[in-house]
């Protein structure tokens, strides 16, 4: 009898596909395979690690009641990065409106709220690093947070941000520089800056 642990991603899904009612022992495997992955990008796109967890869940169900859809011209993951990426940012254009500021505009320079802070020395039961990885891109404002996270942890084309965000090529290009300059800038100087948007 084979393990189902030891089959690739495409045999998974072949196998629940073609599995009856009740039987989710392969998409158990596969949900096990990624839930770190999933899990870690729902944190990183929302900038909440309490809502995470629900939206983690959530997007394992849409996977599931999709399989039958999935035809296997893409990796298995690069579709579920898709879901999980439309999931994410669903919830957060679901949210209570927010207007965003430019933090480099003179005009912001005095508010309180752009000065940065230091990091919690300590990063808990996170690996090394992880911690302030996630409390940077925690601080940086979503219209930047989410093409960045898009880009450099799903691997996702410019074009397909731009038709997901429903924004410009040049504007996502632009958010993804800018996002990066101010990972770095944040990750580098070892502080922190959660930007108040003006109601």
Not at 9 to 23: K, M, N, V, Y
Not at 27 to 56: I, M, P, Q
Not at 107 to 117: K, S
Request: charge should be negative; proline fraction near 4%.
């Amino acid at each position: 009898m084979i393990e189902l642990d030891t089959l690739d991603d495409a045999a998974l899904i072949e196998r629940a596909q073609g599995s009856g009612p009740g039987d989710l022992r392969a998409f158990d495997v596969l949900v096990h395979r990624h839930k770190g992955h999933v899990l870690a990008n729902c944190r990183y796109l929302t900038g909440s690690a309490e809502e995470a967890e629900d939206l983690a869940q959530e997007v394992f169900v849409k996977v599931y009641f999709s399989l039958g859809t999935f035809e296997g011209r893409a990796k298995f993951r690069t579709w579920l990065d898709r879901i999980k990426a439309n999931h994410c940012i669903d919830h957060v254009r679901s949210r209570r409106p927010v207007r965003f500021i430019d933090v480099d505009a003179p005009e912001h320079q005095h508010l309180e709220a752009l000065r940065v802070e230091p990091v919690a020395a300590g990063a808990g039961e996170e690996p090394a690093g992880q911690g302030r990885v996630r409390q940077v891109l925690a601080a940086i404002p979503e219209t930047l947070r989410i093409p960045l996270v898009l880009r450099d942890m799903d691997e996702m084309s410019y074009q397909d941000i731009a038709e997901r965000m429903e924004i410009g090529l040049s504007a996502v290009k632009m958010r993804i520089k800018r996002g990066r300059e101010t990972f770095r800038r944040l990750y580098d100087t070892g502080g922190s800056v959660r930007v108040q948007e003006e109601e």
